[in-house]
């Protein structure tokens, strides 16, 4: 017997027409069909990334696009530290092409571009200008801890992307602003200065969404401050 004509066992029958002829598109066909050209579509990659105004995202969108995406990735971890760190990683992604777009606008619209090589300027560029080029605001205040010389806080009294969660009473150890911490982690790395950033409430009683972002600065960071300082 000529097992050759016979399909294969994880294909299935469709018709009794020759393989040849049945994966042969037909014009006819509409799944192969292409639509007709209607003129040229916008392009992302067309528009001025020096123009900001015509590219802010609503509040509600953005709100929308996180909130999916928190539940999304809820369902596929197995806790409340798992979820924060996929959290961050999502928002170290992005923190890498927040820095590489700000650095962009920075050259491009000055013959003589500064880069800060201080960690202290540097931490300041990100409360404002980060904060306002994700956020669309800055920070509230930065704030340096008195027991730890290698500890520094961002606090946000009312951060966006938490305005829309709700977070369970079982949960309520969760800091979804892990992705904003990750964002920063990503720009300090960025510009040289290595760091582990988390993210942790602090609600108070005028602010029940207010968060802090730690940071905790590699040692060799320390160090290189106090050669500056000489």
Same mark, same amino acid.
């Given at each position: 017997?000529?097992?050759?004509? $016979?399909?294969?066992?994880?294909?299935?029958?469709?018709?009794?027409?020759?393989?040849?002829?049945?994966?042969?598109? @037909?014009?006819?066909?509409?799944?192969?069909?292409?639509?007709?050209? @209607?003129?040229?579509?916008?392009? *992302? $990659?067309?528009?001025?990334?020096?123009?900001?105004?015509? +590219?802010?995202?609503?509040?509600?969108?953005?709100?929308?696009?996180?909130?999916?995406?928190?539940?999304?990735?809820? &369902?596929?971890?197995?806790?409340?530290?798992?979820?924060?760190?996929?959290?961050?990683?999502?928002?170290?992604?992005?923190?890498?092409?927040?820095?590489?777009?700000?650095?962009?606008? +920075?050259?491009?619209?000055?013959?003589?571009?500064?880069?800060?090589?201080?960690?202290?300027?540097?931490?300041?560029?990100?409360? @404002?200008?980060?904060?306002?080029?994700?956020?669309?605001?800055? +920070?509230?205040?930065?704030? &340096?801890?008195?027991?730890? +010389?290698?500890?520094?806080?961002? *606090?946000?009294?009312?951060?966006? *992307?938490?305005?829309?969660?709700?977070?369970?009473?079982?949960?309520?150890?969760?800091?979804?602003?892990?992705? @904003?911490?990750?964002?920063?982690?990503?720009?300090?790395?960025?510009?040289?200065?290595?760091?582990?950033?988390?993210?942790?409430?602090?609600?108070?009683?005028?602010?029940?969404?207010?968060?802090?972002?730690?940071?905790?600065?590699?040692?060799?960071?320390?160090?290189?401050?106090?050669?500056?300082?000489?």
């Amino acid at each position: 017997m000529d097992r050759s004509s $016979y399909p294969h066992p994880r294909l299935s029958i469709l018709s009794q027409t020759s393989s040849a002829e049945h994966l042969s598109p @037909t014009p006819s066909s509409a799944r192969f069909s292409l639509p007709p050209k @209607t003129g040229a579509r916008p392009n *992302i $990659y067309d528009r001025n990334l020096n123009k900001t105004r015509i +590219a802010e995202v609503s509040l509600s969108a953005f709100a929308f696009l996180f909130s999916e995406l928190v539940q999304y990735t809820q &369902k596929r971890v197995s806790g409340i530290n798992d979820l924060e760190r996929r959290l961050n990683t999502l928002g170290y992604r992005v923190g890498t092409r927040v820095l590489e777009l700000m650095v962009w606008r +920075a050259e491009s619209s000055s013959k003589a571009p500064k880069r800060e090589i201080r960690f202290l300027p540097a931490l300041m560029t990100i409360h @404002t200008n980060v904060w306002r080029a994700v956020f669309g605001k800055p +920070a509230d205040a930065i704030e &340096k801890s008195v027991e730890n +010389a290698d500890e520094y806080m961002i *606090i946000d009294n009312d951060p966006p *992307i938490e305005r829309s969660i709700s977070v369970p009473r079982d949960m309520s150890q969760l800091s979804c602003s892990s992705f @904003t911490a990750g964002i920063v982690e990503a720009v300090l790395d960025g510009l040289g200065f290595p760091a582990r950033v988390t993210s942790h409430n602090t609600p108070t009683a005028q602010y029940p969404n207010r968060t802090t972002i730690l940071i905790k600065l590699e040692p060799s960071v320390l160090e290189r401050e106090e050669l500056m300082k000489t």
